[in-house]
Antibody, heavy 117, light 112 residues
């Protein structure tokens, strides 16, 4: 059974940093590209970042470019999102999602990031 | 970015009655490989999104056959033939033909 389990969400002050993790199991993690998608409270879904299967290619939404870094450790079956210079508007539930080629075929349960003083 | 526009944004439905959600894209979603990467997701209250439909009309395993997807080019529809109580939630269309992948605003389905 495919499982994606996010962790690392927390309350952080504006300008602070946080690293999210997504532990994958039930599939060959190293064969799949992965994404981070976020959802602000009461709002819709927004794509944040992409990484290909071997980590050699990454893409970011303009809103997070230069502040966020996506990475992965295929030996540990784990996806990461390093978030720096956090702003109030980054407050959201962050989901990791598996890239099923032209789709998100599996999602994690999400982890809440709150940016507030 | 490709703009995905859903309507309606709120859809009160009587149990057992049909429901239909429209999703329109600002550009054709036909990929150069010939596929149309239009997906539908359901998000029940307090849950993470769940894929229902991929490539316009392919239903995921475990998804009831009362859900169906159709459309082409820039115009797509999700239909629920007979709404059940468990269908309450927000439904999103999403395109993955063009980078960045983008979602519609979501349609909230509730029971009258």
């Amino acid at each position: 059974e495919v499982q994606l389990v996010e962790s690392g969400g927390d309350l952080v002050q504006p300008g602070g940093s946080l690293r999210l993790s997504c532990a994958a199991s039930g599939f060959t993690f190293s064969s799949y590209s992965m994404h981070w998608v976020r959802q602000a409270p009461g709002k819709g879904l927004v794509w944040v970042s992409f990484i290909n299967s071997d980590g050699s290619s990454t893409i970011y939404a303009d809103s997070v470019k230069g502040r966020y870094t996506i990475s992965r450790d295929n030996a540990k079956n784990t996806l990461y999102l390093q978030m720096n210079s956090l702003r109030a508007e980054d407050t959201a539930v962050y989901y990791c999602a598996r890239d099923g080629y032209g789709t998100y075929d599996y999602w994690g349960q999400g982890t809440l990031v709150t940016v507030s003083s | 970015d490709v703009l995905m526009t859903q309507s309606p944004l709120s859809l009160p439905v009587t149990l057992g009655q049909p429901a239909s959600i429209s999703c329109r894209s600002s550009q054709s979603l036909v990929h150069s490989d010939g596929n149309t990467y239009l997906n539908w997701f359901q998000q029940r209250p307090g849950q993470s999104p769940r894929r229902l439909i991929y490539k316009v009309s392919n239903r995921d395993s475990g998804v009831p056959d009362r859900f169906s997807g159709s459309g082409s080019g820039t115009d797509f529809t999700l239909k629920i033939s007979r709404v059940e109580a468990e269908d309450v939630g927000v439904y999103y269309c999403m395109q993955a033909t063009h980078w960045p992948w983008t979602f519609g605003q979501g349609t909230k389905v509730e029971i009258k």
